[in-house]
């Protein structure tokens, strides 16, 4: 019954912030690569940001370079997701990924095999 499960999601204005949470039960998140991908209403998922296993941090998305940050804490068996100055157009439904079989952050997210059911981000004008 091991899940991954993406939470902090919510209605936020534009130019504010959130922090994302993808938390691991029934296994140990922090021996493999997590990564963060989107899609937006009728658009097609978008890589983001991956984090390996020893803190190596791979850029999939320079649209939201220095704006969005992913870190982790193995003592909490969760990877984040900071998002800042956050704007319309990051309106989307997040989820993290993850695979067993990786450490390292693979060539694209989506090679991570494991999502969760994804948590929305709503940003209003």
């Known amino acids: 019954q091991s899940q991954l499960v993406e939470s902090g999601g919510g209605l936020v204005q534009h130019g504010g912030s959130l922090k994302l949470s993808c938390a691991a039960s029934?296994?140990?998140?922090?021996?493999?690569?997590v990564g963060w991908f989107r899609q937006a209403p009728g658009k097609e998922r978008e890589e983001m940001l991956c984090i390996s296993s020893s803190g190596y941090i791979k850029n999939y998305a320079d649209s939201v370079k220095d704006r969005f940050t992913i870190s982790r804490d193995n003592t909490k068996n969760t990877v984040y997701l900071s998002m800042n100055t956050l704007k319309p157009e990051d309106t989307a439904v997040y989820y993290c990924?993850?695979?067993?079989?990786?450490?390292?952050?693979?060539?694209?997210?989506?090679?991570?095999?494991?999502w969760g059911q994804g948590t929305q981000v709503t940003v209003s004008s």
């Open positions: 990924a993850t695979d067993r079989r990786r450490a390292a952050c693979p060539a694209s997210v989506f090679d991570l095999r494991y």
């Open positions: 029934g296994f140990t998140l922090d021996s493999y690569a």
